[in-house]
């Protein structure tokens, strides 16, 4: 896999607590990386960092990436073969309550992250971490390219578009320099559903938190429209651009979108209704009922374009609609209902999804 490029490659991941974070610092130990790993906590309670008991498997600073000088000490003293930049504060709603935290740890994060490698100046590949949320949305019906302008209606959103430009301006500055040894790339990726996500404001999660129960869920927006992809399809693209980056310095600067495949726009009704069945309610109307308090605003529609991926990096996404509900299911309903030992079904479901993009013999499955 991945060329075996990981292998025995020491590997920052910054955010490594998260959801994302986790399921990154699984792949990379199955690949045989040496994990090293920044975050100021664990974010959530459960978490999929504390329930596959991952600290014990790699090294593990707790810190703040807004510490620059703490930063720069670690990036300085670990010298990473390669940087995945995923810490952020990445809750919408959050953004209203706490703009100016939001601000911080998803701008002055990234510029801190930048300058520490900036300085250090080893030889690394890093990939910059974002958001679709970063392009400005009106909405429109086609998805958005690497080109498309930055912005965003909310404070998350603003926030995430201005890392974008951070990042571009550090890398003309300073990192097309010729004696930059610094490669540096973006990924971009929209809506992550699967097993080991409990951060709040999350349909998936509400969900499969009150079918443990055996109960109803409430949902806004039932007709809203969303990209559904499962977590791992984002990592395989991180992953595959960390590879052709290491190998291609001309993907240096370069920006990538990795989504789904267009069938798998969906609305939240859809989603509750095929996640649904696999927890045994008797009649679909069991599982969720619609309220219309929509207490900030959201996206009715957001897409990514994901053609320059398969052009430049021959990726793309693995799973089907149905392969990514059965995977995110499986996983919760084993959690919460069976006695399996949950890393071992995260390995599990890393393996079946390596399998699956295999058979549709893609590019990183070498």
Known sequence: MFNNIYRDKKV???????FKGSWLTVWLLKLGAQVVGISKDIPTKPSMFEELQIKEKIKYYQMDIRDLDKLSEVVLVEKPDFVFHLAAQPIVSTS????????????MGTANILEALKVSNHSCVVIMITSDKAYD????????????????????????GAAELIIKSYFYSFFKESDCNI????????????????????????????????????????????????????????LNLGLELDRRKVLHGEAFNFGPRAEQNHTVKRLLEDLSRYWNFDKIEDAFTVTDNIPFHEAGLLKLNCDKALSSLKWQASLAYEETIEFTSQW???????????????????????????TKKLQWTE
């Open 183 to 238: 490669k540096l790339a973006i990924g971009r990726a929209g809506n992550v559903i699967g097993g080991g996500d409990w951060a709040k404001d999350r349909i998936v999660v509400d969900c499969m938190e009150a079918w443990s129960k055996n109960k109803s869920v409430e949902i806004r927006s039932p007709e809203a429209t969303r990209p559904w992809q499962h977590v791992l399809e984002p990592l395989s693209g991180y």
């Open 12 to 18: 920052l991941i910054t955010g490594h607590t998260g």
């Open 96 to 107: 209203y309550t706490n703009p100016i935290e939001t601000i911080s740890s998803n701008v």
């Open 332 to 358: 919760y309903f084993d959690f919460y209902k069976t006695k399996k030992n949950i890393f071992d079904l995260t390995i599990a479901q890393i393996d079946a999804y390596e399998n699956i993009a295999k």
């Open 137 to 160: 949305n009106i909405e429109q019906i086609w998805g958005y390219k690497e080109n498309d302008q930055m912005g965003g209606k909310d404070v998350y959103s603003g926030s995430k």
